[in-house]
């Protein structure tokens, strides 16, 4: 199931799908909805990490001094 939705896109933007649509021999409307798509699954993995991370924070779960500065050693020897 599919429905329909409009979206506003400046003038560049639109001749810049266009010309996309085009060169891929796709729809402009497939293209969108695989560019949301995308969006969608980058930014709901990204709110679901922070949400995680906060929540241990929250639970006062943080790496010791000594842990960091071990990690932060490891990569600053590691490109001398």
Same mark, same amino acid.
């Given at each position: 199931?599919?429905? *329909? #939705?409009?979206? !506003? /896109? &400046? %003038? *560049? #933007?639109?001749? !810049? /799908? &266009? %010309?996309?649509?085009?060169?891929?021999?796709?729809?402009?409307s497939?293209?969108?909805?695989?560019?949301?798509?995308?969006?969608?699954?980058?930014?709901?993995?990204?709110?679901?990490?922070?949400?995680?991370?906060?929540?241990?924070?929250?639970?006062?779960?943080?790496?010791?001094?000594?842990?960091?500065?071990?990690?932060?050693?490891?990569?600053?020897?590691?490109?001398?």
């Amino acid at each position: 199931m599919s429905s *329909t #939705m409009t979206i !506003r /896109l &400046d %003038d *560049t #933007m639109k001749n !810049r /799908l &266009d %010309d996309l649509a085009q060169a891929t021999h796709r729809s402009k409307s497939f293209l969108a909805a695989e560019a949301i798509q995308k969006y969608i699954e980058v930014n709901e993995w990204q709110i679901k990490e922070i949400q995680a991370a906060i929540k241990e924070a929250d639970q006062g779960e943080f790496a010791s001094e000594e842990e960091v500065s071990n990690v932060f050693n490891k990569w600053t020897q590691h490109g001398s």
